[in-house]
């Protein structure tokens, strides 16, 4: 059964101003599963109206922090028991497997609000002091206002929560655009966030990039835009905001390199490979993508590392068996396919898969895919591929390793694997990346941030960190001489 959904406006539930509709596809089966409003200009104007409303009318920002924290709690315990159901739709519409969106992707989100529920009572700013001698200076941490938040498809509940948590924990409301691919969870999201917030203070518009999201970047009423997308994508919403100068904070494509050391373990710089480099159907922008391999044994890394990747299972993305399911599009499938025809054209070894899945009817299913001897200098090399698609390179010299995995415009997650502390710190000291794990690739937790380098964007996620982003500093100066005429003022204005 197809079910229709509606946008959340205000409070209230809302088609689309023109009537149109868009379907959202499950990439497992090519089925329609949902229909979903085309939201247009007027649609993400009138939400952005409403979160004005609710910011300047002080219903969530003049709340306590005592009782911010609360209804977030409440939000939190709301997504728990809901959790089967999100996993489901996050499964259904991304293609990742059940078993990633019901054991990774909601607890983290869950966690994530339960931590920014308590952030809510830690904003701070430096403690108050007689800085200038005759008065007494505050500093305050004040929320910035309206927030629009543009998600990716990737995770689309999991990284709407990682803009709305520290968004509403500092008194922001929020604009919420997710893609048009999976806005399904976000709007169940919405559901019951509807009877814990306050009307207007989460509205969630489903439509284009190039009506919605440009709406959002635009519009004067909104003060800060909040995105986690591609680069480009990333570039085209700076120079919108720019004409407001809006607050940005910017999570963009990667290219994560992960070193493996002579020292390292194979076994386990293996392990971490297949994991990292193929969660969630490796359509992340923080999963290992390029691998350098020490020469002196690099043959048996990959003799080691195909044999463990040949044992993923590909298939139903429902199956808790399943490992890795489809991509989320035909047009993502077939860009992956471009990438693996130019590593071939560029000679690169291809030591695993490389053609679509077989016996599936339906569904845009992938070999998971490993090229060794990989050029610097290619396109599967240098550029965001966003599929099961791995490089593995060797490298002579750790500083060899070092100059090559900073070789590119990207700079989000990396990690080194090794046992000699003192070289791990040098890779890790010299790699520009916003996260560097030494022998792990990926671990997140709310209470450490999140973000990159370069063109990977800036401003975090996770952590208090990200608060900063979502506030703003304001001095207060309080003149505590009692004099008409101020010290200061006598040496402009005083008497001769």
Not at 197 to 216: C, F, H, R, S
């Amino acid at each position: 059964m197809v079910e229709n959904y509606r946008m959340f406006i205000g409070g209230k539930w809302a088609d689309s101003e023109s009537k149109e509709i868009f379907d959202v596809i499950n990439p497992a089966t090519e089925e329609t599963i949902a229909r979903v409003p085309k939201g247009t200009k007027k649609d993400a104007q009138k939400a952005i109206d409403s979160a004005r409303q609710a910011f300047d009318s002080g219903v969530w920002s003049k709340k306590t922090p005592a009782e911010r924290a609360q209804l977030l709690w409440k939000l939190a315990e709301a997504v728990e028991s809901d959790i089967d159901k999100l996993s489901k739709l996050e499964s259904m519409t991304v293609g990742k497997t059940i078993k990633y969106a019901r054991e990774n992707d909601l607890p983290f989100a869950i966690d994530n609000l339960k931590f920014f529920s308590g952030a809510a009572r830690m904003l701070e700013g430096k403690s108050a002091g007689e800085y200038a001698g005759i008065g007494t200076s505050i500093i305050r941490r004040e929320p910035i206002g309206v927030v629009g938040a543009i998600i990716p498809w990737n995770y689309p509940l999991f990284i709407a929560i990682w803009k709305l948590a520290p968004a509403l924990a500092a008194g922001n409301t929020v604009v919420v655009k997710p893609s048009s691919r999976t806005p399904l969870s976000v709007l169940e999201f919405a559901k019951l966030a509807e009877k814990i917030l306050p009307a207007g203070v989460l509205n969630v518009v489903t439509g284009p990039g190039e009506t919605i999201g440009e709406e959002i970047a635009m519009n004067k009423k909104v003060d800060m835009v909040a995105v986690t997308g591609d680069t480009v994508t990333g570039r085209r919403i700076a120079e919108l905001a720019s004409k407001t100068l809006k607050r940005l904070n910017m999570q963009l494509s990667g290219k994560a390199p992960l070193i493996v050391l002579s020292d390292a373990s194979i076994d386990a710089a293996t392990e971490g490979t297949v994991v990292s480099a193929f969660w969630n159907n490796a359509e992340d922008c923080t999963a290992t993508t390029r691998v350098y391999v020490h020469e002196s044994i690099y043959e048996e890394f990959l003799k080691t590392l195909t044999k463990k990747v040949k044992k993923l299972k590909v298939g139903d993305p429902m199956d808790k068996k399943t490992d890795i399911g489809p991509l989320i599009s035909k047009s993502q499938l077939e860009k992956a396919e471009s990438y693996i025809d130019s590593a071939l054209k560029d000679g690169a070894r291809l030591l695993l898969g490389g053609h679509r899945k077989t016996g599936f009817k339906h569904g845009f299913f992938l070999e998971p895919t490993i090229f060794a001897d990989v050029k610097q200098d290619s396109r599967l090399c240098r550029e965001e591929v966003f599929a099961p698609v791995l490089a593995v390179m060797k490298y002579s010299s750790v500083d060899e390793a070092i100059q090559k995995a900073n070789d590119v415009e990207y700079g989000l997650g990396s990690s080194v694997w090794g046992k000699d502390i003192t070289v791990l710190m040098k890779v890790a000291n010299s790699l520009k990346f916003g996260e560097v794990w030494i022998n792990d690739h990926g671990i997140l937790t709310s209470e450490m941030p999140h973000g990159g380098f370069k063109q990977s964007g800036f401003g975090k996620d996770l952590s208090l960190y990200s608060l900063e982003d979502y506030t703003q500093i304001k001095h207060i100066y309080i003149d505590q001489t009692g004099l008409v005429r101020k010290p200061w003022y006598n040496t402009v204005f005083g008497d001769e």
